[in-house]
């Protein structure tokens, strides 16, 4: 056995609750986000966990997120890295457009491939292939690595750019990963093999609600 890997999605976010495509532009965490990443970093703090180092996104509601859950865990102020390619899947087009205004336009099931196909991308955007083209090597060369010295990581990012690692992880087909939501403010912790395999996966709250 090797280190731990800690995915966390952001918490809410203001385009989130008012059903915005978000992509790649900024908007903060709402108050519920704030509580919620709270939660995440409540939960973790329980399971006593220490983090070497954090990576997170060039986007505000990642990178509160991840300050929220060092604060929780006690370790306000780690070493804590920001990459472009750790961030939302690019919506192109869509980005600010109400996701119901979208689905009355072109349709739910048209709507249901954009956001959640894996190959099929948005006008203008990145399909969730394309996102794991930019999040895998990231992943590979800089996350990786620490893990398999035996570090313990955390990662706090975004809805589709974790679904494209959770993809290669939980070894999802492209139909099972069609179906997967990741609930904001809710820790993934894995724990990885030597060879980089799952050894383990602990999901601390509720996914069910995600959508
Ligand atoms: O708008 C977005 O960028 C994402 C994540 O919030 O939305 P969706 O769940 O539709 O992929």
């Known amino acids: 056995m090797s280190g731990t890997l800690v995915l966390v999605r952001h918490g809410q976010s203001d385009w989130n609750l008012k059903n915005l495509f978000t992509g790649w532009k900024d908007p903060e965490l709402t108050e519920l986000g704030v509580q919620e990443a709270t939660a995440g970093g409540q939960a973790l703090a329980e399971t006593g966990i220490k983090f070497d180092i954090a990576f997170t996104s060039e986007l505000k509601r990642a990178q509160e997120t991840c300050r929220i859950v060092l604060e929780k865990v006690g370790q306000s102020g780690l070493e804590t890295i920001r990459d472009l390619a750790l961030n939302e899947r690019d919506y192109g087009d ?18 249901h491939i954009w956001r959640r196909s894996y190959d099929i991308p948005p006008p203008g ?87």
Request: hydrophobic content about 40%; cysteine-free; glycine content about 8%.
């Open 94 to 111: 869509l980005s600010g457009l109400n996701k119901d205004d979208a689905r009355a336009k072109w349709g739910e099931e048209q709507v």
């Open 125 to 211: 955007g990145e399909s969730l292939r394309d996102t794991g083209a930019r999040v895998w090597p990231y992943y590979l060369t800089e996350i990786l690595p620490r893990v398999l010295k035996g570090q313990t990581v955390l990662v706090a990012a975004h809805g589709n750019s974790l679904r494209s690692l959770v993809m290669v992880l939980d070894r999802l087909s492209k139909e099972e990963i069609l179906k997967l939501n990741l609930a904001t403010g809710v820790p993934m912790v894995y724990k990885l093999n030597a060879d980089s395999t799952v050894a383990s996966k602990q999901v601390l709250g509720d996914m069910s609600g995600a959508h």
